[in-house]
């Protein structure tokens, strides 16, 4: 069964519009990770953030962590429309362990 | 990171059949995992891949539908044994690169079993 659970499923905005997606999950972790899949294809990661960490920036990527919450919510900032993508969550109970995945936001991003 | 390779990329298959799926790493990983994504779905672990011994399989996967080898460090294939329709999905494997957290995943093989 998934881990965790993503909001919103769908999410559509215009470009330069900030995009905002949350993720929450069931237990313990060592680490969260979000991938981003166009159309279908593999995974390309995006960030990794552990779990005695609140906040990460990576380029237009900030990604927080609220382990009392059990949640993390990624934001794009000035979004392209090459933005468009499905958005996943991951969660890993250990170092270099296996990893639960959540739902899943699609964005759209209209030119 | 790790440049990983699946073959084939995709493939249209009958049911009743069976596919290998190969996944190939172009340096030494420490663990190789193997995910399905069926169609609007998210990834689900079929089973984490371990050099020289048996798979380990996740609730609700058997190693006589999706026997699993991995003979070495680089390389690892998935069969889909006695195909279905509900077995067309995303076929995708994942590494780990030493001690590290990030699993990085391979481009993915489409299957469609009609």
């Known amino acids: 069964s998934q881990q965790g659970e993503e909001d919103p499923q769908a999410l559509s905005i215009q470009e330069g519009e900030n995009a905002t997606m949350n993720c929450s999950y069931k237990t313990s972790i060592n680490n969260l990770q979000w991938y981003r899949q166009n159309s279908g294809r593999g995974l390309v990661h995006l960030i990794l953030?552990?779990?005695?960490?609140r906040e990460k920036h990576s380029g237009r990527l900030r990604v927080t962590l609220d382990t009392s919450k059990k949640s993390s919510s990624l934001l794009i900032t000035a979004s392209r429309a090459a933005d468009t993508a499905s958005y996943f969550c991951a969660t890993a109970k250990a170092a270099g362990n296996k990893l639960t995945f959540g739902g899943g936001t699609r964005v759209l991003v209209k030119p | 990171s790790a440049v990983i390779s699946q073959k084939p990329s995709r493939d249209i298959c009958q049911r009743g059949t069976s596919l290998t799926i190969q996944c190939q790493v172009d340096s030494q990983v420490t663990m190789m995992f193997w995910y399905r994504q069926q169609p609007g779905q998210s990834l689900t672990l079929i089973a984490t891949a371990n050099q020289g011994s048996e798979a380990t399989y996740e609730s609700g996967f058997v190693i006589d539908k999706f026997p699993i080898s991995r003979p070495n460090l680089t390389f690892s294939t998935l069969t889909v044994s006695n195909m279905s329709p509900e077995d067309s999905s995303i076929y995708l494997c994942s590494v780990l690169i030493r001690s590290g957290e990030t699993q990085y995943f391979g481009p993915g093989t489409r299957l469609l079993v009609l």
């Open positions: 953030i552990r779990s005695n960490e």
